[in-house]
Antibody, heavy 120, light 110 residues
Framework: EVQLVESGGGLVQPGGSLRLSCAGS????????MSWVRQAPGKGLEWVANIKQDGSEKYYVDSVKGRFTISRDNAKNSLYLQMNSLRAEDTAVYYC?????????????WGQGTLVTVSS | QSALTQPASVSGSPGQSITISCTGT?????????VSWYQQHPGKAPKLMIY???NRPSGVSNRFSGSKSGNTASLTISGLQAEDEADYYC??????????FGTGTKVTVL
């Protein structure tokens, strides 16, 4: 059974940092592009970033460029999102997703999400 | 990187067909066949329903179908059922090598 399990969410003050993790199992993690998608409370989905199988390509939505960094460790079947200079508008459930062979691939596998709240 | 435009809500009676539109630009929906549709029930993770405009993943009902014309993609749900009541989001690959989601559509089964 394919599983993606996010962790690392929580309450952080504006300007602070947080590192999200996503552990994959039940599939060959290293074969696929992986992404982070977020959803603010009561709002729609927003694609945040993705990373190629070997980490050599990374892409970000404009609103997080320079503040967020996506990375992966294929030996640990894990995906990460380092979030710095956090703002109130970054408050959301963050989903780990992936399962495609290219950056244009659909998001086949999804985790259950981890909530990040940015507030003083 | 503006969100794709979807109607806020669509409704239909059981057994009817409904169609949800997804309008983008020549830099995303109009440029590629990489349009996907996701279903999300309250409090749950999204689920892939359609990929590459009109392909269904294994296990997804054939009542769901997709199409595209120019900068607008569409999702049709035929034989509407109570379990289809959910939020639906389109997404597209973009010329910036990113992905973008639609604004989301709430489907109500009357």
């Amino acid at each position: 059974e394919v599983q993606l399990v996010e962790s690392g969410g929580g309450l952080v003050q504006p300007g602070g940092s947080l590192r999200l993790s996503c552990a994959g199992s039940g599939f060959t993690f290293s074969n696929y592009w992986m992404s982070w998608v977020r959803q603010a409370p009561g709002k729609g989905l927003e694609w945040v970033a993705n990373i190629k199988q070997d980490g050599s390509e990374k892409y970000y939505v404009d609103s997080v460029k320079g503040r967020f960094t996506i990375s992966r460790d294929n030996a640990k079947n894990s995906l990460y999102l380092q979030m710095n200079s956090l703002r109130a508008e970054d408050t959301a459930v963050y989903y780990c997703a992936g399962g495609g062979y290219s950056g244009s691939s659909p998001l086949v596998y999804w985790g259950q999400g981890t909530l990040v709240t940015v507030s003083s | 990187q503006s969100a794709l435009t979807q109607p806020a809500s669509v409704s239909g009676s059981p057994g009817q067909s409904i169609t949800i539109s997804c309008t983008g630009t020549s830099s995303d929906v109009g440029a590629y066949t990489y349009v996907s549709w996701y279903q999300q029930h309250p409090g749950k993770a999204p689920k892939l329903m359609i990929y590459d405009v009109n392909n269904r993943p294994s296990g997804v009902s054939n009542r769901f179908s997709g199409s595209k014309s120019g900068n607008t993609a569409s999702l049709t749900i035929s034989g509407l059922q109570a379990e289809d009541e959910a939020d639906y989001y389109c997404s597209s690959y973009t010329s910036s090598s990113t992905q973008v989601f639609g604004t989301g559509t709430k489907v109500t089964v009357l």
